[in-house]
């Protein structure tokens, strides 16, 4: 049979004065035993009743029943069944009662005999603050009654003797025999009822002495709860940043373990400089009734509170923003709707510091309608985690670096490879075939004059081809050491477009390249630039387009007014034209879409890098445009237009007003196709 009512309630509600108590297991094992030496000093003819939750406690006392029971005939022994525990009655009453019922949280005896009684009734709980931590025996804390009043007594023995009849009807004869013996209904409740009642002095010190002693204790496992939750929090970060120097890892998985070791409803972590005035968050932990963060910009110049995070490098707790008399009110009031906005009703901001350098923050939230006060125990905590995150956060920033490095480097290797393998091929084929013609001319003393003169070019032309290279080579260091004297002046791009053309020309042995045309309106401002330099830059562009446009193909110069402040030069052909992922790569040095030692035309690489340089040099910005393999291609650069007189300063292509980038595909702006023809 198995009864859900709680006797501790039963007799609460019978006798309302009672105000119960909080008692650990030590103590009321104290006193259990107490009671029962009244009985074995020789008390004779007693009631006593006992009841244990579980068998195993029993057994622990199994053997001084046995004795009670030699003193006494109305013994009673109540616990959950077991394996040895039954109802039966061999030496005294034994009661076995279901798991499901109410006693298997409870502790009672009872003691009545005509000299003494005392009652000890009691049942179990788990106090809030332990929740969550391991619960020692000796922790264990009952709440319920313990008293010597007759009254009290006497109503807690009915109680149980009812419930007894109840498991064991069989016993009714024998229960009433016990009520009538050692209960008195005419009983009448003490003045004072405060769950002591004419308390054994001995055994009144001997509780107060326990009681003490256990709560030191107690205060001493919560120390030591807290230390090692801080101390495995932290291992538990560290393994992490061991095993990751990724940040994003590294703040997802503190975020979480922060938030739920300190049961928060909101835990954010996110790298910040002092110089930043907002950051976006990235990383929390999040109670399932609060609101994300996540993605949403959070304010930091704005908020004093940061200021005053940065300057002082100590962590701030609010218990409640809401506060009038908190030291932080003004910073507070500053916020107030971003506070209610996000309902922060407590707040924790902690700095992530490196050597005195603010790269990150730890900010903890409690949105529940109540204060919470932070604990010394959670600033800890916070301080532990927040020292290793400091640290991983600069060793993320320096993998980062390093990672940057290495591509750097292989960037530098590449371009080490093409150098050797340009320059080898570049070198070798004109250093050959001026070796053959000097050997032929020294060999060959009879060798017709004809044939001469053609060797003797053959030389100079090879011997002119090894120059352009080292020049080439010379002019784009002198570009990337930024070692250029830019000689600015008011210039007309026709004039330069002029004589690009003739360069080109000459290059084609005075002989007109009919495929290019010319478009440029009649009336365009004067630029701002370095003619000289102006003038290699169309010359490259257009050597560039000839060398990949098929004889029958056609190659353009067009110009127009991309901005207020600059006009836009595009040199477009139709020849073999750029896979789009590469329009950017064309740029770099010694790039050859084809390899270094594959290519079909001529060249090293350098001469669009030595444009970028130059181009950028002169304060404008360059990139192509094509459509893929096949359909030609469109270079693009920007040049400044003159502001008038006196005017010589020269524009950083990042303050360019044009909205293109190197490499991105541009359009020019206005309506290019009302250009007029020259």
């Not at 003169?453 to 930024?482: N, P, W």
């Amino acid at each position: 049979m198995s009864n859900s009512t709680s006797v501790v309630e039963e007799l609460l509600t019978a006798i309302p004065q009672l105000r119960p108590r909080l008692y650990f297991k030590t103590s009321l094992t104290a006193l259990s035993h107490a009671m029962e030496d009244h009985i074995l000093a020789g008390v004779g003819g007693a009631l006593v009743i006992a009841s244990f939750q579980q068998e195993r406690f029993y057994l622990q006392e199994a053997s001084r029943y046995l004795r009670i029971a030699d003193l006494s005939d109305q013994l009673y022994v109540l616990s959950a069944a077991g394996t040895s525990f039954t109802s039966h009655a061999e030496n005294y009453e034994t009661i076995a009662f279901e798991a499901g019922d109410a006693l298997i949280d409870e502790w009672h005896l009872v003691v009545i005999s005509d000299s003494y009684s005392a009652c000890l009734i009691c049942r179990e709980r788990l106090a809030h603050e332990d929740a969550g931590q391991p619960v020692l025996d000796q922790n264990r804390r009952f709440e319920g009654i313990w008293t010597q009043d007759p009254y009290v007594t006497q109503r807690s023995a009915d109680i149980l003797l009812d419930r007894i009849a109840q498991y064991r009807p069989h016993l009714r004869d024998k229960v009433q025999v016990a009520k009538r013996r050692y209960l008195h209904p005419t009983a009448a409740p003490s003045n004072r009822l405060d769950g002591k009642g004419r308390p054994d002095p001995f055994t009144q010190r001997l509780v107060t002495y326990l009681q003490a002693g256990q709560y030191k204790l107690l205060k001493a496992y919560r120390a030591m709860a807290a230390q090692e939750r801080r101390e495995r929090l932290v291992n538990t970060i560290t393994s992490v940043i061991r095993q990751s120097l990724d940040a994003t890892e590294i703040f997802e998985k503190a975020a979480a373990e922060l938030g739920q070791a300190l049961n928060v409803c909101r835990c954010l972590i996110y790298p910040c400089a002092a110089t930043d005035a907002t950051t976006t968050i990235h990383h929390e932990h999040l109670q399932p009734t609060v609101e994300s963060l996540l993605g949403e910009t959070w304010p930091l110049a704005a908020s004093p509170l940061f200021d005053y995070v940065q300057d002082t490098q100590e962590i701030v707790a609010i218990a409640d923003t809401h506060d009038p008399e908190s030291p932080f009110r003004y910073e507070l009031d500053s916020i107030r709707l971003l506070l209610d906005r996000w309902r922060i009703q407590s707040w924790l901001i902690a700095p992530l510091t490196y050597q005195g350098r603010l790269v990150g923050m730890i900010e903890l939230h409690h949105c529940q309608a109540n204060p919470y006060d932070w604990t010394e125990d959670d600033k800890a905590l916070v301080d532990a985690i927040a020292a290793q995150l400091s640290v991983a956060i600069i060793q993320a920033e320096a993998y980062a670096h390093l990672q940057d490095l290495n591509r750097q480097l292989e960037a530098l290797d590449l371009t080490r490879a093409n150098l050797i393998a340009i320059t080898g091929h570049e070198l070798r084929t004109p250093l050959s075939t001026i070796q053959v013609c000097l050997e032929s001319l020294a060999t060959e003393p009879d060798m017709p004059a004809e044939l001469r003169q053609v060797m003797i070019q053959a030389a100079l032309e090879d011997a002119e081809r090894m120059r352009k290279l080292v020049q080439d080579f010379l002019t784009l260091s002198k570009l990337e050491s930024g070692r250029v004297e830019w000689n600015l002046e008011s210039l007309a791009i026709q004039e330069c477009v002029d004589l690009a053309l003739s360069s080109i020309n000459a290059h084609h042995d005075g002989a007109p390249v009919s495929n290019i045309k010319v478009k440029i309106p009649k009336s365009v401002p004067l630029v701002r630039a370095d003619g000289e330099w102006l003038v290699e830059v169309l010359v490259k562009l257009l050597d560039n387009a000839s060398k990949f446009t098929p004889p029958d193909g056609k190659m353009t110069i067009q110009v127009a007014r991309s901005s207020p402040t600059h006009l836009q030069v595009t040199v477009a052909d139709t020849g073999r034209g750029i896979e789009p992922s590469r329009l950017t790569a064309v740029f770099d040095r010694f790039y050859q879409e084809e390899g270094a030692l594959r290519r079909t035309a001529g060249g090293t690489g350098l001469g669009l890098a030595m444009c970028r340089q130059i181009v950028e040099g002169l304060g404008g910005i360059i990139w192509a445009e094509s459509e893929g393999k096949n359909k030609g291609s469109q270079f693009h650069f920007t040049v400044p237009i003159a502001q008038g007189k006196g005017d010589v300063r020269s524009r950083s292509p990042l303050n360019d007003p044009s909205p293109h980038r190197l490499g991105q595909p541009a359009t020019v702006p206005g309506n290019p196709s009302v250009l007029l023809d020259d």
